[in-house]
């Protein structure tokens, strides 16, 4: 009994240190968007496919990783996406153009999916029913601490020592965690070893999302809609094709009557989509509008993942007495009134009021994501884990990347691939304004997605 204890809390370690990793990277760079910009002279437009070439990379990749996962080892998985994402985090550091930067943020992207796809379901299959909620919470803690801590220490570390030490000290952490990996974890979990993997599918899959992303940041050029649209007809044809197959990629059968995991992750796309550009948006509008410094926008930042991982575990194990579809539903709510307020955002926004928005949005996005993640684990059977949360991992990375796709689009219509200047500030004021009012709308809708997902307690 010892030893198993031993073993969860060792499991619980080193996926919370593998997913604090990816959420630190993430929260840091946008810290350091701007200063990166400068020594690369990219406009805001170019600036923010910095952090979407990565998310387009994960999406695409969740689901075809996380079946992989559930057939040759999930364990396995997560070892050689810790190795792949640290490869292409010490390559960053080695960029000499925009381009290059790009192009090892796409590697990243490739290590990162087989990382989140993998370390919710191996929390789920290490732990019974009735602690899910507290693990995912633990977990999900570590990543807003990974979001807290990046815009404060990465503002720091930015100011005083240079932007690549973000990247150096996530090198280390990851070939840290890499190494206890491979020594400790001798564990594994194939429930689906049986199956085969559907490689038609999986292109067909990988075709269609990169044609949705790639077309909703280009609309709205007719080039953009007709990529956009042809991604949605491909993505058509892709279900109808899973359907007919033995072991297909996503088995829609087993899923398409499952009200709880299809409005689950209906309410975590919508919930990303609204949220997630917010720290990215208001990186440049601290920094480039109100002319603080890196440590001073990290510093205000991080009130949001702070209290995010203050109230994560408690919102996790809430969820396993009281129905998710509440909590997170009260989540959401709190959230969309918070985006509200910053549909008036000025030059003259007082940073404490920033500040107490910011906290309140870290408390709403607490109550939502643990519950949810809950909501979705719980509602299939153990050897969907892998595809399970690979599907709620796309949903967050895909929401993430319409989240900053909507960016893309408003700041592109105000001021072009532009910097931000004192003479296009109104502009960039203006874009901000209205890209609020749309997550505003997002997230309101969000609230009934989530309160249509029924119960996962029984009656």
């Not at 170019?46 to 695409?60: C, D, F, P």
């Not at 649209?229 to 007919?244: A, D, N, R, S, W």
């Not at 603080?292 to 702070?306: C, E, H, K, N, R």
């Amino acid at each position: 009994m010892k030893g198993e204890l031993r073993f969860r809390i060792f499991i619980i370690i080193l996926t919370t240190i593998a997913s604090f990793m990816t959420a630190f990277m993430g929260s840091a760079l946008n810290i350091a968007l701007p200063i990166i910009g400068k020594e690369y002279s990219l406009g805001a437009v170019l600036l923010s496919w910095l952090a979407t070439a990565y998310l387009i990379t994960t999406a695409v990749l969740l689901i075809p990783a996380g079946k992989l996962s559930d057939i040759f080892g999930r364990a396995k998985f997560l070892k050689i996406g810790v190795t792949v994402f640290s490869a292409g985090t010490i390559l960053c550091t080695l960029s000499v153009t925009g381009t290059t930067f790009l192009i090892f943020r796409l590697i990243q992207g490739v290590g990162a999916a087989m990382m989140f796809t993998t370390s919710t379901a191996i929390l789920v299959s290490a732990f019974p029913a009735n602690k899910r909620g507290k693990v995912i919470g633990i977990n999900t803690t570590a990543v807003y601490i990974g979001l807290s801590s990046g815009p404060f220490f990465g503002g720091i570390i930015t100011q005083y020592l240079g932007w690549k030490y973000i990247f150096y000290f996530s090198f280390l952490l990851g070939i840290t965690v890499s190494v206890l990996l491979l020594v400790c974890l001798k564990s594994e979990w194939r429930e689906a070893k049986d199956e085969s993997f559907d490689f038609q599918g999986s292109i067909i899959y990988v075709v269609s999302m990169i044609s949705v992303m790639l077309g909703m940041t280009f609309i709205p050029s007719v080039y953009g809609i007709l990529l956009f649209l042809f991604g949605l007809i491909m993505l058509y044809y892709f279900y109808k094709f899973e359907k007919e197959k033995n072991h297909p990629l996503f088995n829609v059968k087993v899923f398409r009557h499952n009200r709880t995991f299809v409005f689950s992750n209906l309410a975590a796309l919508i919930n990303y989509s609204a949220t997630f550009a917010i720290g990215f948006i208001l990186s440049l509008y601290l920094q480039s509008v109100k002319g603080l410094s890196s440590q001073d926008a990290g510093f205000i930042l991080m009130t949001q993942p702070v209290v995010m991982a203050l109230f994560s575990t408690f919102a996790g194990r809430m969820s396993d007495k009281i129905e998710p579809q509440i909590v997170a539903s009260v989540g959401m709510g709190l959230l969309t009134v918070c985006l509200i307020v910053f549909i008036f955002i000025s030059p003259d926004f007082g940073n404490v009021f920033i500040v107490v928005n910011l906290a309140f949005i870290g408390l709403g996005f607490a109550l939502f994501s643990s519950p949810n993640s809950n909501a979705v684990m719980s509602s299939v059977e153990k050897k969907y884990y892998g595809v399970a949360s690979s599907t709620l991992s796309s949903m967050r990375m895909v929401g993430q990347m319409f989240s900053m796709g909507i960016v893309i689009v408003i700041i592109s219509m105000f001021i072009g691939k532009a910097e931000i200047t004192i003479e296009n500030q109104e502009f960039f004021i203006g874009s901000v304004r209205i890209i609020f009012l749309i997550f505003s709308i997002l997230c309101f809708i969000g609230i009934f997605a989530s309160l249509s997902r029924g119960k996962i307690h029984g009656s």
